[in-house]
């Protein structure tokens, strides 16, 4: 029903900046909330950004002042501007969508995930 594509994952030194894109597409009525996860060999899946509605943005503090969160609402797309990169922020990142989805004449509410990108720091 909803499909989450993510891209922009890839090697960077530290240092370096990267920007990550999450696309959602499908029977979607309404976006109420898109969020970042990472993950990284070993470790379990941890909350890095969320947007909610009103735009309203909040961090993992080993992020903030260092990530940006950003949405845009026309084409159902969620960024993730990553700044002075560490080599602990390699990880698989997801995206992850509260949707609102409409199912013929029905309207049921669900997460989807993204498929995962690769972002690796290292020199």
């Known amino acids: 029903q909803v499909q989450l594509v993510e891209s922009g994952g890839g090697l960077v030194q530290p240092g370096g900046s990267l920007r990550l894109s999450c696309a959602a597409s499908?029977?979607?009525?309404?976006?109420?909330?898109m969020d970042w996860y990472r993950q990284a060999p070993g470790n379990q899946r941890d909350l890095v950004a969320t947007?909610?509605?009103?735009?309203?943005?909040k961090y993992a503090d080993s992020v903030q002042g260092r990530f940006t969160i950003s949405r845009a609402s026309a084409n159902n797309t969620v960024y993730l501007r990553m700044n002075s990169l560490k080599p602990e922020d390699t990880a698989v990142y997801y995206c992850?969508?509260?949707?609102?989805?409409?199912?013929?004449?029905?309207?049921?509410?669900?997460?989807?995930w993204g498929q995962g990108t690769q972002v690796t720091v290292s020199s």
């Open positions: 992850n969508a509260d949707v609102t989805y409409l199912s013929g004449i029905k309207y049921g509410r669900s997460d989807y």
């Open positions: 499908g029977s979607i009525f309404s976006i109420n909330g």
């Open positions: 947007i909610a509605r009103g735009d309203i943005t």
